[in-house]
T-cell receptor
Framework: KQEVTQIPAALSVPEGENLVLNCSFT??????LQWFRQDPGKGLTSLLL?????REQTSGRLNASLDKSSGRSTLYIAASQPGDSATYLC?????????????FGKGTKLTVNP | DGGITQSPKYLFRKEGQNVTLSCEQN?????MYWYRQDPGQGLRLIYY???????QKGDIAEGYSVSREKKESFPLTVTSAQKNPTAFYLC??????????????FGPGTRLTVT
């Protein structure tokens, strides 16, 4: 059974710092991996999707990498800003017979201090 | 504007009452999903539907029911059989492609409180 783990559960950094969020998964048989952002009391906003054949994706100050063989992904945020404060969720789409059921980690709560 | 809408944003019910949460999408997506989010537990899949008039149970379907009569709509009913219904409920949709490019988009959520 696929399991997704995100460490640390919470992270606090000063503004301007570059930071890395980690995601690990137990089964490398995946279609893709998605990173989401969630603000308190809100829905999820998709940040980046990395297909299983890709190694990384970039969007603005965000860069996500995927190492399928080791079951790891990282989300790199450059020059962090207070507006980046949110919970970041990682999810994988397992390859299982026609199912499109995402498996989520519990998230990393990021606080960027001015 | 294309997107997913959920209503209401906040919902309060008495124990023993059934309640229906609305989810509508105008993205022309085939697949729709309902998740439940509890503090410290992450998102858990309740039901999903890959096509109109068809739906499948997720990991925690007990005490819930759904229908998919229209492509745009996937309402979730929380029945009185659900033992702990207070939670944040999220609806999502995806185009349901071959898999690798399938990206899920989420609505703003409904917070249900049952007392």
């Amino acid at each position: 059974k696929q399991e997704v783990t995100q460490i640390p559960a919470a992270l606090s950094v000063p503004e301007g710092e570059n930071l890395v969020l980690n995601c690990s998964f137990t089964d490398s048989a995946i279609y893709n991996l998605q990173w989401f952002r969630q603000d308190p009391g809100k829905g999820l906003t998709s940040l980046l999707l990395i297909q299983s054949s890709q190694r990384e994706q970039t969007s603005g100050r965000l860069n996500a990498s995927l190492d399928k063989s080791s079951g790891r992904s990282t989300l790199y945020i450059a020059a962090s800003q207070p507006g980046d404060s949110a919970t970041y969720l990682c999810a994988v789409l397992p390859r299982q017979g026609g199912s499109e059921k995402l498996v989520f980690g519990k998230g990393t709560k990021l606080t960027v201090n001015p | 504007d294309g997107g997913i809408t959920q209503s209401p944003k906040y919902l309060f019910r008495k124990e023993g009452q059934n309640v229906t949460l609305s989810c509508e999408q105008n993205l022309n997506h085939d697949a729709m999903y309902w998740y439940r989010q509890d503090p410290g537990q992450g998102l858990r899949l309740i039901y999903y539907s890959q096509i109109v008039n068809d739906f499948q149970k997720g990991d925690i379907a007990e005490g819930y029911s759904v229908s998919r009569e229209k492509k745009e709509s996937f309402p979730l009913t929380v029945t009185s059989a659900q033992k702990n219904p207070t939670a944040f409920y999220l609806c999502a949709s995806s185009i349901r492609s071959s898999g690798s490019t399938d990206e899920q988009y989420f609505g703003p959520g409904t917070r249900l409180t049952v007392t």
